[in-house]
């Protein structure tokens, strides 16, 4: 079960990470600015795989005359920020405004930092690239074909072509929801295995360490997803990670990888060739629904939940309620929703809201806005921000496939 360690460098595009985390949820990215290392730290746990790492170096590029504004009205500025770093132990890296817009240089500065890095005799194996700016996609090919691992750490919307180039993707909005990101998941797994003990062969008391490691691994990636898993490809991954033999005592005394899933978690489900926990994902037998074949490929390249449209209608208003009576956070609201939806007979995973709710939030509608959103703005800002998305991927998109998508959305609008 011993990993080698990997010798990592992280970069940390503290402006746009700190930004996008304060949209999603104000009180984690309070946590952020106090603990600034600790919080990344635990954030690194959940990057889908233990691997050991020793992260030689930190560093931060901040703009010192920055500044965002709170729910509460006021303001948090990036210069009180800076000492918690530099005690974190980041070498902070100043890059303030360099135009009237507020652009900085802090991009240009972590390219060059990174091929410095490269250059250096310590061969480092991994990069850490903490932003959600798809600028760094030519940055991550090159460290790919240096074969240097890469990670990206996102709190916002990113490209496809950034997610699919990297070897990692940690997002914080998924984490959040998931519950995954603020302590470790061992104390869950350990008091889940207490509760399902009636029908798994080992308790939460006589499991091992090493057992304990891949529960806790396999339950953080599956949480962690936003649709459910493919089982086969998992447990080869597994397998392969924690050098396992499935011919020795199976899965830790379990005859198959589904039975040993089972036990750690009584919210994992399996379906066919599929495991998803019921409290987040929506039971893949309900997702073969027919879709127009323009649709089909919007949500291929965006990864929008495949709903029918009467659930579209459903999730825009059961937001609108939960935005105008409650003050936002990410975690309660999903499972709010959720619950709801339910009472009304509709079958939704938490996942499928969570990605609609950080949809809005890309598309200038953010739950946490004063006053709250409407019903049709949720919808029309998840349309322009799935609208947008699609056409950086693909520009082909014609205005007649963009109407039969916001239609789809519920939009009522006059065809070009």
């Known amino acids: 079960m011993a990993k ?84 974190s132990g980041f070498e902070v890296i100043d890059c303030p405004s360099l135009t009237a817009a507020g652009k900085n240089a802090a991009d240009i500065r972590m390219v060059m930092d990174v091929l410095f890095y490269m250059s250096k005799d310590t061969k480092y194996d991994e990069f850490i690239i903490a932003s959600s700016d798809a600028d760094f996609t030519p940055l991550l090919y090159h460290l790919r074909a240096d074969n240097r691992r890469t990670v990206i750490v996102a709190a916002g919307q990113t490209s496809t072509a950034y997610r699919e180039v990297a070897d990692a993707v940690i997002d914080i909005g998924v984490l959040l929801e998931a519950g995954t990101l603020s302590h470790s998941n061992q104390k869950e797994v350990l008091e889940e295995i207490s509760m399902n003990a009636e029908t798994a062969s080992h308790t939460a008391k006589s499991m091992s360490d090493d057992a304990l490691v891949v529960a806790d691994e396999a339950l953080s990636y599956i949480q962690a997803r936003d649709e459910p898993v493919l089982l086969a490809p998992f447990a080869q991954e597994l397998l392969i990670e924690f050098e396992l033999s499935e011919d020795s005592d199976g899965w830790f005394g379990h005859r198959t990888f589904s039975k040993f899933l089972q036990s750690i978690n009584p919210n994992l489900q399996i379906t066919g060739h599929y495991v998803w926990d019921k409290r987040r994902h929506r039971d893949p037998a309900e997702q073969n629904i027919e879709l127009p074949d323009s649709i089909q490929r919007i949500c291929k390249i965006t990864d929008l939940p495949r709903l029918e449209k009467h659930e579209w209608n459903a999730i825009f208003a059961v937001l609108a309620r939960y935005s105008s009576t409650k003050n936002f956070n990410l975690t309660e609201c999903t499972a709010w929703c959720r619950d709801e939806l339910d009472g009304e007979g509709i079958k939704i995973g938490r996942a499928q809201i969570s990605y609609v709710v950080r949809s809005a939030l890309h598309g200038d509608q953010p739950l946490n806005m004063m006053p709250a959103p409407t019903l049709e703005q949720i919808r029309s800002a998840v349309a322009r921000a799935t609208i947008a998305r699609t056409r950086a991927a693909n520009p082909n998109l014609s205005d007649e496939e963009e109407n039969e998508f916001r239609e789809w959305l519920g939009e009522n609008r006059l065809s070009a």
């Open 4 to 87: 080698t360690g990997l010798k990592s460098a992280l970069f940390l595009d503290f402006d746009n990470v700190y930004i996008g985390l304060n949209e999603l949820d104000s009180q984690q990215a309070a946590e952020m600015a106090e603990e600034p290392w600790q919080w990344l730290r635990r954030l690194l746990e959940h990057a889908g795989s233990q691997v050991k790492r020793d992260v030689l170096v930190r560093r931060a590029y901040l703009n010192p005359s920055g500044r965002v504004s709170n729910r509460e009205g006021t303001w948090t500025y990036f210069s009180s920020i800076r000492p918690r770093l530099t005690r």
